[in-house]
């Protein structure tokens, strides 16, 4: 029986690893501001995501499962964020300090800390670590010292509630520009530094990085390919030869590579708003369309995977942008302009309506008899 249920657990488990493959990148400007940006794919079911403004003092409590309550604390700081399935389940925001996260999905490989009844007021779920830090923290240096007085754990009542297990990591960066991933592997707390500035899914970090030698070769110049063999000319046939062996699958680990050769050979924004604009070109090349990507036990029995919305962080200028598969139209709030001292959280619909806000300009070039 146990066996059994071993299998079905696992069944369970590998039915879900290929539903996210988002994608997270930095890139810094020559003014000195620092611009995140991810998009978030998810193929079983619409995630219904709503933005959401969590003023400050508000009181929090963390479920851990089989009727147990672990820590309990109100935010410091005012943010707002993603949630999912409408519900605080907090996937991506910006606090009022700047300080700006992505949770993204990581299958296969994440193992949280085990429960300890003596630890409980210091125990939180996985699903509210997001929340907590965006609440609580205004640079990576303190998420830092914290997190190794915690105890993350996973209440599998989450997974009924949302409609899928949530195996997760994080990806978080602050006002100085500084960037941290936070994974749990084998019931044990990592914390790397985010030099590189990307993050996709499985599998780790460190696994990631290390995969990176197998692309020394990539650079952003092609010219210097050209060769001459016995007089024969073996010039490329275009631009871009210098990419040759640029993967460009929607694999987590493909993706990873892209997302680092984009980001690495991006000429430098000038300031915010170039470097906005440039964060959101790279994130078109990471989008996926409905259809592309299906995974399940046979052809007519699937789900997809495909992008729902995208967003992208001012962290200097506190300003939180997004787009969705419905309208591309980009949006944004500015959080300077919030007020984080209202008693209650407050949420509205990412589209007003689900339908592309196209500008019609016809107009333009109608000319009109005088």
Same mark, same amino acid.
């Given at each position: 029986m146990k066996k059994a249920l071993a299998i079905l657990g696992f069944i369970f488990l590998t039915s879900y690893t290929s539903?996210?493959?988002?994608? #997270?990148?930095?890139?810094?400007? *020559? &003014?000195?501001?620092?611009? /995140?940006?991810?998009?978030?794919?998810?193929? *079983?079911?619409?995630?219904?995501?709503?933005?959401?403004?969590?003023?400050?003092g508000i009181s929090f409590h963390s479920e851990l499962g089989n009727g147990k309550d672990g820590m309990k604390w109100k935010n410091k700081y005012g943010f707002v964020a993603m949630n999912a399935v409408k519900k605080p389940f907090i996937t991506d925001g910006m606090n009022e300090t700047g300080l700006t996260l992505g949770v993204l999905y990581f299958p296969g490989f994440a193992k949280y800390q085990s429960f300890k009844e003596a630890q409980k007021a210091h125990t939180l779920n996985n699903v509210d670590l997001s929340s907590y830090i965006l609440g609580e923290f205004k640079n990576v240096k303190q998420i830092k010292s914290a997190l190794i007085k915690l105890r993350v754990v996973y209440n599998k009542d989450i997974d009924k509630a949302f409609g899928a297990p949530a195996p997760l990591h994080i990806v978080v960066v602050d006002n100085t520009g500084a960037s941290i991933i936070i994974e749990y592997v084998k019931g044990k707390l990592h914390i790397y530094d985010n030099k590189l500035g990307v993050m996709t899914n499985a599998p &780790?970090?460190?696994?990631?990085?290390? !995969?990176?030698?197998? /692309?020394?070769?990539?650079?952003?110049?092609?010219?210097?390919?050209?060769? !001459?063999?016995?007089?024969? &000319?073996? *010039?490329?046939?275009? *631009? =871009? &030869?210098?990419?040759?062996?640029?993967?460009?699958?929607?694999? +987590?680990?493909?993706?990873?590579?892209?997302?680092?050769?984009?980001?690495?050979?991006?000429?430098?924004?000038? !300031?915010?708003? #170039?470097?906005?604009?440039?964060?959101?070109?790279?994130?078109? !090349?990471?989008?996926?369309?409905? =259809?592309?990507?299906?995974?399940?036990?046979? +052809?007519?029995?699937?789900?997809?995977?495909?992008?729902?919305?995208?967003?992208?962080?001012?962290?200097?200028?506190?300003?939180y942008y997004w787009w969705t598969e419905f309208n591309r139209r980009m949006r944004v709030v500015d959080l300077k302009k919030l007020d984080f001292t209202q008693n209650k959280i407050v949420t509205i619909p990412l589209d007003k309506t689900r339908k592309e806000d196209i500008k019609d300009r016809t107009d333009a070039l109608v000319f009109h008899k005088k």
């Open positions: 539903l996210s493959a988002c994608t #997270s990148i930095i890139l810094k400007t *020559a &003014s000195g501001d620092t611009i /995140y940006g991810r998009t978030m794919e998810w193929g *079983a079911f619409d995630l219904h995501s709503e933005l959401v403004l969590v003023p400050r &780790s970090y460190d696994w990631q990085i290390l !995969n990176l030698r197998n /692309y020394p070769q990539l650079t952003a110049f092609g010219g210097h390919r050209n060769k !001459n063999i016995k007089g024969i &000319s073996l *010039a490329p046939f275009g *631009a =871009g &030869s210098g990419m040759l062996g640029l993967p460009g699958d929607v694999t +987590p680990v493909s993706r990873f590579v892209r997302a680092v050769a984009f980001t690495a050979t991006a000429i430098t924004p000038k !300031n915010a708003q #170039s470097g906005v604009n440039e964060v959101s070109r790279i994130l078109n !090349n990471f989008d996926i369309p409905r =259809g592309s990507v299906r995974e399940g036990a046979s +052809p007519k029995d699937y789900h997809l995977n495909f992008t729902q919305w995208s967003t992208i962080g001012d962290i200097k200028n506190k300003r």
